[in-house]
T-cell receptor, first 118, second 117 residues
């Protein structure tokens, strides 16, 4: 069974608009962490944002925020005021056992390709 | 403040040859991870190492693949007798190893693109 599902293979957004990239996850572990990474065309993986399963507030990092809905098992990434440089592949990932006894390995989704249009 | 270093960035091998991929973690990081990304796919975990120890190799193919992280020097992912299906991007990540939470975030290197002819 897929542990991380990203249902949007590709998305378009106009420059300066906000965009939401979907991510749902499946785990029976109450303790987990959720990550978003960006992979531009140059190929490197850039860490964007982290959400712990016990965190009370949604994570934010600059123009990135994570819309964490625990009951729905979703962790959508919201990018505000899109810029041309945001065009990239975006991966959602999960790490189980995040508050002790972590397995440490990340489980990735298949990614969403975001294209920002001028 | 150097990030995770990987070399070579690109590697071409003929079928049957050996491939050696190197990874130097970020300064202060003692945990190393290797992931493989096949074309049009997400990253798949291969192995997790600490200095001189393999902690989790549940994602490593049973044959031809091995990894090490010696006391001195970089981590090495070794693929013996490469086949065309080994063509992929291989990413190394490192973390400080503070056991969960955001402080143990994995930071990735630029990857090694392996092409098997």
């Amino acid at each position: 069974a897929q542990k991380i599902t990203q249902t949007q293979p590709g998305m378009f957004v106009q420059e300066k608009e906000a965009v939401t990239l979907d991510c749902t996850y499946d785990t029976s572990d109450p303790s987990y962490g959720l990550f978003w990474y960006k992979q531009p065309s140059s190929g490197e993986m850039i860490f964007l944002i982290y959400q712990g399963s016990y965190d009370q507030q949604n994570a934010t990092e600059g123009r990135y925020s994570l819309n964490f809905q625990k009951a729905r098992k979703s962790a959508n990434l919201v990018i505000s005021a899109s810029q041309l440089g945001d065009s990239a592949m975006y991966f959602c990932a999960m790490r189980e056992g995040d508050y002790g006894g972590a397995t440490n390995k990340l489980i990735f989704g298949t990614g969403t390709l975001l294209a920002v249009q001028p | 403040n150097a990030g995770v270093m990987q070399n070579p960035r690109h590697l071409v091998r003929r079928r049957g040859q050996e491939a050696r991929l190197r990874c130097s973690p970020m300064k202060g990081h003692s945990h190393v991870y290797w992931y493989r990304q096949l074309p049009e796919e997400g990253l798949k975990f291969m192995v997790y190492l600490q200095k001189e120890n393999i902690i989790d190799e549940s994602g490593m193919p049973k044959e031809r693949f091995s990894a090490e992280f010696p006391k001195e020097g970089p981590s090495i992912l070794r693929i013996q007798q490469v086949v065309r299906g080994d063509s992929a991007a291989y990413f190394c990540a490192s973390s400080p190893g503070t056991s969960g939470t955001v402080t143990d975030t994995q930071y990735f290197g630029p990857g090694t693109r392996l092409t098997v002819l």
